[in-house]
């Protein structure tokens, strides 16, 4: 059994994996181009008003003057328009909102500005001075699909209009339900993630394998749990019961932090 995750997972906090999913190099792309069209039609709005205002007030600037204005133009839009799009979009850029993407932190929480600015100043040279050439030779050859901002800022995008499914918790057998009740359970989280793991592939365990896993759970469990459970009871049984016994006391445990939480500072 794998204890290991993929860099593409999420952990809660009773130690289940979610599959994050991650947007793909095809939908990427697209989203990509659309951005890169909305960027180059605010960069000619900008350069027309430009030209607009000097022509009102009848200003006429020099070979090098122009040089560095249209830099600075350049550089602004270029960097400002992906930036100020993702920071008030929450990670969406009119591209990403087209193709219900997201870009996210490597833990799957929300962008903050210093990673927005960090991606797309690399996003300057990746995709505008290399001409996307850099970008979609990483999206190809990375998992989860990361272009090079997204590596130097610790981000990747994720499918935002997926719905990410839990998977479903142990049930308590009625057996065993007033001796999990009265038990001292100090299951860590490491093993209980790799519990939770095999549980949700149990459905697809043949009957040895699954019985093989259950008594190799069972033993690894039995040690975190006092006392002992009633004896000749069959070891899957024992870890369904330890597995939501320990969601059920940690659910309590949070309730009760929030509940002190909501008193001490009342919204």
Do not use: N
Not at 91 to 104: A, F, I
Not at 143 to 170: E, N, W
Request: charged share 25%.
């Amino acid at each position: 059994m794998r204890t290991g995750t993929r860099r593409d997972d999420m952990i809660t906090g009773e130690g289940v994996v979610v599959a994050v999913p991650v947007a793909g190099p095809a939908i990427r792309l697209l989203s990509g181009l659309i951005d890169a069209a909305v960027t180059l039609v605010v960069a000619l709005l900008l350069a027309w008003f430009t030209s607009w205002i000097l022509s009102l007030l009848d200003v006429h600037l020099d070979d090098a003057l122009a040089a560095a204005w249209g830099t600075a133009l350049g550089v602004l839009v270029l960097l400002g328009v992906p930036v100020v799009g993702e920071t008030l979009g929450r990670g969406r850029t009119p591209g990403k909102l087209v193709t219900g993407l997201r870009t996210v932190r490597d833990d799957g929480a929300p962008v903050d500005l210093r990673r927005t600015l960090t991606r797309h100043l690399v996003g300057v040279v990746e995709v505008w001075g290399l001409m996307g050439s850099a970008a979609v030779i990483s999206l190809l050859l990375t998992r989860p699909t990361r272009r090079l901002g997204d590596m130097a800022a610790g981000t990747y995008v994720a499918r935002d209009r997926v719905r990410l499914a839990l998977p479903a918790a142990a049930e308590m057998p009625p057996t065993l339900a007033d001796w999990a009740a009265r038990a001292d359970i100090h299951v860590p989280d490491d093993l209980a993630m790799l519990v939770r793991v095999s549980l949700v592939q149990r459905a697809q365990f043949s009957a040895t394998t699954a019985d093989r896993t259950a008594h190799d759970l069972a033993g690894r469990l039995l040690p975190c749990v006092r006392p002992a459970p009633p004896e000749d009871t069959p070891p899957a049984a024992v870890v369904d019961a330890i597995m939501a016994e320990r969601r059920r006391r940690e659910t309590a445990r949070l309730l009760r932090r929030q509940q002190r939480r909501d008193r001490l500072f009342p919204r």
